[in-house]
């Protein structure tokens, strides 16, 4: 079983950039995919990013491809989200999941989920 906690969120000015951190409790963090996921209020839960259990492949939804980037550090057992030319439209509640399926944007596929941290993006 994994224990996600993700911090990093907050209020930041269009243009700006942000680094999420999750971080994982469990000696098996590095034998699970690891992806991001968003919901804005209103909205359903969209994948964001996505990375293979050694970090060597990751995945990207369009809207934030060369934006985003999502790496993972299996000793630290940790996951980053670092978010740069942030835009009004990324305002969202920010998650870190935990699955057995590399690259799946279904967040059916995960699970287990960490409390979330809220980006906001002001114009």
């Known amino acids: 079983q994994v224990q996600l906690v993700e911090s990093g969120g907050g209020l930041v000015q269009a243009g700006g950039s942000l680094r999420l951190s999750c971080a994982a409790s469990?000696?098996?963090?590095?034998?699970?995919?690891m992806g991001w996921f968003r919901q804005a209020p209103g909205l359903e839960r969209e994948f964001v990013a996505g990375i293979s259990l050694g970090g060597s492949r990751t995945y990207y939804e369009d809207s934030v491809k060369g934006r985003f980037t999502i790496s993972r550090d299996n000793a630290k057992n940790a996951v980053y989200l670092q978010m740069v030319s942030l835009k009004p439209e990324d305002t969202a509640v920010y998650y870190c999941a935990a699955g057995g399926i590399t690259g799946t944007q279904n967040y059916a596929d995960y699970n287990y989920w960490g409390q979330g941290t809220q980006v906001t993006v002001s114009s």
């Open positions: 469990g000696r098996t963090f590095s034998t699970y995919a």
